[in-house]
């Protein structure tokens, strides 16, 4: 047996052993994808010629002018020259390895998407979680982050809208967080991957990139752009240091990013007001349904329902594991969701998504496979 240096990744390892299997996918965290066909026949002029007269040869390391001149206009002070451009997964994974050393101590939110704490953790940090309350739905707290804070500590990764939960946080709070990071000169890593989706628009954040001169985003196209599969992300910091690294360290692990893949990331950025409406009003439709489902199950789940994102985290309330719950749920009926377990979250709680056309059927199954196994279950 070999010996990773780093854990499995237990969400990707459970994705890996259902997403091209099951027929159900009620717990992906990305939004119904977009056919090349239906993004093209957005494009304008110019980024059609583009595309037409494309050759596919290597790319701009940091990633294409153009793109990342659109990218730019998603901030309110970032300029072109502030942006990497990576996978996404990949910007984690550069960010956590050039910024961090044996022997720092972080504070990550938690439940988190596990890399945001596990490269740290595999490099000899010091890992301290920052999880949200439930008490009206999920929500971080500023007073609970405060006593987490060391004298070692070097670095806060927060990610809102937040996954699995849906959680967000408000502009004042992402201030003062970054006021007492500046105050003790932490760095802050904010994972964006779901800017965008936040059901009342009055609720979008500033990016951190934009309010703070040592804080590092992450966005991309996976998620709120419904176009996962150019795999194109990037990262923004007003701190050129961090930069250059981050693009010296690049050069280790993809050099640069697919031709076509930037191509058509431009021209979905180009047309970024109809996707983002495309993808908020598919969410918006399934989880008035998901509503009356929680409502009629009431006995079964908790609903504690998100406030942006295709992504929630309820909990389930019978005395069953919920990671037997849903093996069975997937071999049964085919459905899948995500348990609790794959977030290393003892509790017993699971992901389910609702960005796919197909949740209500999704849905329907988990009501027969209910029906059939759980009605009359004893709650806890
Ligand atoms: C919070 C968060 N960050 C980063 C990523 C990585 O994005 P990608 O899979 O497109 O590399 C994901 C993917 O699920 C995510 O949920």
Redesign the pocket.
Known sequence: MIKMKIKPFELERYFARYEFSAPYHLSS??CEALSLKELLAMADEDTLQLWEELKLGYTESPGHPLLRKEISKLYQTIEPEQILVT????G?FIAMNTLLGNGDHIISTFPA?Q??YEIACSMGCEISKWTPTNDIGWHFKIDDLKPLIRRNTKLIVI?FPH?PTGAIISENELQELLMIARERNIIVFS?E??RFLEYDSAHQTSSASDLYENAIS?F?M??SFAL?GL?I?WLSTKNSDFLKSFAAYKDYTSICSSAPSEILAIIALRVKENILHRNLQLIAKNLKILDKFFAKYEDIFEWLRPQAGPIAFPKFKPQIDVADFCLNLVEKNGVMLLPSKVYDFKANYFRIGFARKNMPEALDQLEQYLQTHLRGSKRT
Request: glycine share 10%.
């Open positions: 965290s990305d996978v996404p997964e990949e984690i998407y890399s945001l990610n996954n994972d991957m779901y992450l991309g996976s998620k996962a795999r992300g």
